[in-house]
């Protein structure tokens, strides 16, 4: 199936406690393409992955995937709708199998017989995770530590992925083998969110992206522009 939502993220206010952090962020998430989230430390990237999640409140705009708001709803709503998420620093749960942290991934499912055949289109897309089914994912290598995590956020089966820093402490041969799957992903047609701070490899995977500084967009366009913005990578990117 063909991903056919828009995810929309319009004039978006949010925070913690009295303070704003997201100060009227727009954005969009084109079905089937790559989307990315630049920013530095502090930019309010986690803050908006967690508000397009419904784990903070919308203050004031809209978010909508499709004809769906999505302001208000519980997360496992958002989910359930078709929006899936790896977390930050890749994280599994250590003492469970991989079958068994697979098994967490489909925990929304009613249907056992679905999350089975799931499972084993996720062994098939990760030869890796199958041959080590029974090992327990504390004992995993870096790299298939992340596996497990990708492929446990797609459990959902989603249309829509979020992804949220996950080269973020990868050593770099890690850091490829993470960039390889995302670019793989989106072959097979999955829309891609992907929030990092891996400024170089994410322009080069990316269709186009959001650049956040102090809780705005303060860039944006197709990553083959972004790339070449030297004035950019001064401000933002830092120089290398
Ligand atoms: P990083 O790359 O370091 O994860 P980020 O771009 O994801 O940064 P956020 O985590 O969204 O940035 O943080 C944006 C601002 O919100 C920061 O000033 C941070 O201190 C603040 N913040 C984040 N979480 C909370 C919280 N639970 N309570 C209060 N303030 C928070």
Do not use: W
């Amino acid at each position: 199936k063909a991903a056919s939502r828009h995810l929309s993220v319009s004039q978006v206010t949010s925070g913690y406690d009295r303070a704003d952090v997201l100060k009227g962020v727009s954005i969009e998430v084109r079905p089937g393409a790559v989307t990315c989230i630049l920013g530095a430390n502090g930019a309010g990237k986690s803050t908006l992955i967690r508000t397009i999640l419904g784990l903070n409140r919308v203050r004031s705009g809209t978010i909508t995937f499709g004809d769906a708001s999505l302001s208000g709803m519980p997360t496992h709503r958002i989910v359930a709708l078709g929006i899936g998420v790896v977390p930050e620093g890749n994280r599994v749960l250590p003492r469970m199998t991989i079958e068994e942290n697979l098994q967490v991934g489909g925990l929304l499912d009613p249907y056992p017989r679905r999350v089975a055949d799931r499972m084993e289109a996720m062994f098939a897309v990760f030869p890796r995770l199958k041959e080590r089914r029974a090992q327990l994912a504390g004992t995993l290598s870096g790299g298939e530590r992340s596996m497990l995590s990708i492929a446990r956020g797609l459990m959902t089966d989603p249309e829509l992925v979020v992804f949220d820093e996950p080269s973020l402490g990868l050593s770099p041969l890690f850091v490829s083998e993470v960039f390889g799957i995302v670019r793989r992903l989106k072959e097979t047609g999955l829309t891609i969110l992907l929030v990092e701070q891996n400024v170089r490899q994410t322009l080069d995977v990316a269709d186009h992206g959001y650049v956040l500084a102090q809780g705005r967009v303060v860039a944006s366009g197709e990553t083959r522009v972004l790339r070449e913005d030297a004035e950019l990578h001064k401000a933002y990117f830092g120089v290398h």
